[in-house]
């Protein structure tokens, strides 16, 4: 019977958590964005959109 690899394995599971940890960090980014935009996204509506000028 083949003797199991630990060094792989090992390795293996720092790559999967490096991937998860750098996709929850976009997540955070994205939602800190979103977060950001939601904040300043009242000031800028009352400016006229581009549906209003049409029917003008």
């Known amino acids: 019977m083949a003797k ?8 293996q599971r720092d790559l999967a958590k ?15 964005l979103q977060q950001k935009l939601e904040r300043e ?4 509506s009352e400016e006229s959109t581009p549906e209003e000028d049409l029917e003008n």
Not at 22 to 27: A, D, I, S
Not at 41 to 44: A, C, E, Q
Request: aromatic fraction near 8%; charge should be positive; glycine fraction near 4%.
């Open 41 to 44: 996204g009242p000031d800028t």
């Open 18 to 32: 490096k991937k998860k940890k750098e996709e929850k960090k976009k997540l955070k980014e994205e939602a800190k």
């Open 4 to 11: 199991p690899n630990y060094a792989f394995a090992k390795h």
